[in-house]
C-alpha cells in the first residue's frame, strides 16, 4: 500500500553549549512523518509520541516528546488551547519516572525543567508525556535546553485500542496515592507492556525506543457502548489525529496493534454475534492501516471471560479466526489472562495490570514482526 505521509510542525529553541554558550532559534519548519517509524521529527532530533496534527497538536492519552539529550537539565512548554479540565503530565528519564506535573484549567502555559540524573549515561532519554486520558482540549510543546539534543533514537510503533481499561482508569480498586484525576496512564497495563517491551528489546533507550499510541476511551464499545456516549463507537474516533478535531488518518503503519476492546459491549448488553461481526470489521480497517503489523486482540481486565462471558469469548476467538486469512495470519488471540489479582466488576488493580502485562509481553515477544530486532544477547524468547 502507497504510504501516506503527514507534515508536522514543532517550534523549537535551543540553547548549547560549544565552548561559549551560544543561543541559537531552528526556525518553524516542515517536517516529514515516517509511516514506518511513527516518528514526527524538528531539527532532525525531537520525537512526537503517539498522533499529532500538522500544528504539533495533540490530545490522546500517552501523547507528548521524546528527546536524547546530554547535560544536567532539559527544559520544555507546554501551551494548552482552551484546557477546560487540569492536565496530569509525566516525565520519565532514562526508563524510570522522574517527575510529574499538572498544568491548572485555564492556565496558558507550563514551563518545566527536568533535572537530569547523574546515572553514569552520558546521553539521556526523556520522554514526557499526557497521563490523563484523551480529552476535547489540546496541547503543543516547545523546547528550550542548556543541554544538547542529540539524535533521536530509532521508534518502533506500537499503537494499543481499548477503553478505560487500556486508558488506566481510577477506581477505589487501584487509585495511586495523592493522585487528582479520573485515569492515570503509568498504572495501565498497556503502559506497562510498553515498558516491558523497552526492557526486553530496547537495552539502550538513546538508540532504539517504542513509540506507543493509546487510543483508549472510557465507556467506548466498538459495537455498543455505554449510554453516555449517546450511541457512538470506537469507529467514530480511532481514526483521528487528534480526538474530536481529526484530520482522519488512512495510514498508520505501526510494527505491533493491541486491541482489548469488549468490556462496555459485555457491560451494555450488546449481543455476542453483533459484537463478533463489528470486532471482525474493526480488525479489518486496523489492518488496511497497518499492512505489516502484528495484531494481538483480547477482552482483558474486569471479566474472567471465558468463565463469566464463554459466549463473548467463542466471538473473540471466532473474530480473530475469520480474520487471520486477511492479515496472512498476523492476527493473534491472546488468551485472556486472569488469577487471583483479578477483581470482578472493577478496574484492575496496579499489581493485576503488571501481571497482564509481562503475560502480553511474552505473547508479542514471541510473535515480533520482522521490523523488530531482538537484542544480540536477548534472553527474551518465550514458548507461549
Known amino acids: 500500500m502507497k504510504r501516506a505521509l503527514l507534515t508536522g510542525f514543532l517550534l523549537t529553541s535551543l540553547t548549547v553549549f560549544a565552548g561559549t554558550l551560544i543561543s541559537a532559534s531552528i526556525p518553524l519548519r516542515s517536517v516529514s512523518f515516517d509511516s514506518s517509524s511513527g516518528v514526527y521529527t524538528a531539527g532532525d532530533n525531537i520525537t512526537c509520541l503517539g498522533r499529532s496534527d500538522a500544528t504539533g497538536r495533540m490530545n490522546w492519552e500517552g501523547t507528548g516528546i521524546a528527546v536524547n539529550v546530554k547535560g544536567t537539565a532539559f527544559e520544555f512548554t507546554v501551551k494548552p488551547d482552551n484546557n477546560l479540565l487540569p492536565v496530569n503530565y509525566c516525565v520519565f528519564v532514562d526508563g524510570s519516572q522522574n517527575s510529574t506535573f499538572t498544568i491548572p ?103 532504539k525506543a517504542f513509540n506507543a499510541s493509546y487510543i483508549a476511551l472510557s465507556g467506548i464499545g466498538v459495537a455498543k457502548s455505554l449510554p453516555s456516549w449517546n450511541g457512538h463507537t470506537m469507529f467514530d474516533y480511532f481514526q483521528q489525529a487528534v480526538y474530536q478535531k481529526g484530520p482522519s488518518i488512512t495510514n498508520e503503519n505501526a510494527d505491533i496493534v493491541v486491541v482489548n476492546i469488549g468490556t462496555n459491549d459485555i457491560i451494555a448488553r450488546c449481543d455476542a454475534q453483533s459484537y463478533q461481526t463489528k470486532l471482525l470489521e474493526f480488525l479489518e480497517k486496523l489492518g488496511s492501516m497497518n499492512t505489516n503489523a502484528h495484531i494481538f486482540v483480547t477482552i482483558w481486565g474486569m471479566f474472567d471471560l471465558k468463565n463469566q462471558n464463554p459466549d463473548f469469548y467463542s466471538a473473540l476467538k471466532a473474530a480473530v479466526e475469520q480474520y487471520k486469512p486477511v492479515q496472512s495470519e498476523k492476527v493473534y488471540f491472546v488468551e485472556p489472562y486472569w488469577s487471583a489479582s483479578g477483581v470482578a466488576a472493577k478496574h484492575p488493580s496496579e499489581k493485576f495490570a503488571q501481571e497482564f502485562a509481562d503475560y502480553l509481553k511474552n505473547k508479542i515477544v514471541s510473535n515480533l514482526p520482522p521490523s523488530i530486532e531482538l537484542p544480540a544477547s536477548s534472553a527474551t524468547s518465550s514458548s507461549l
Request: negative net charge; proline residues 8%.
Open 105 to 207: 484549567q485555564g492556565v496558558p502555559s507550563k514551563t518545566v525543567s527536568v533535572s537530569l540524573p547523574d546515572n553514569g549515561n552520558p546521553v539521556h532519554h526523556v520522554e514526557v508525556f499526557k497521563a490523563s486520558e484523551a480529552s476535547i482540549d489540546s496541547e503543543t510543546f516547545s523546547v528550550t535546553s542548556s543541554s544538547n539534543i542529540v539524535q533521536p533514537s530509532k521508534a518502533y510503533k506500537i499503537s494499543y485500542y481499548g477503553d478505560s481499561i487500556t486508558a488506566g482508569f481510577i477506581d477505589d480498586n487501584n487509585r495511586p496515592p495523592n493522585y487528582d484525576g479520573s485515569a492515570d496512564l503509568p498504572i495501565s497495563y498497556s503502559f506497562k507492556t510498553t515498558q516491558a517491551l523497552n526492557k526486553a528489546l530496547c537495552p539502550h533507550l538513546t538508540v
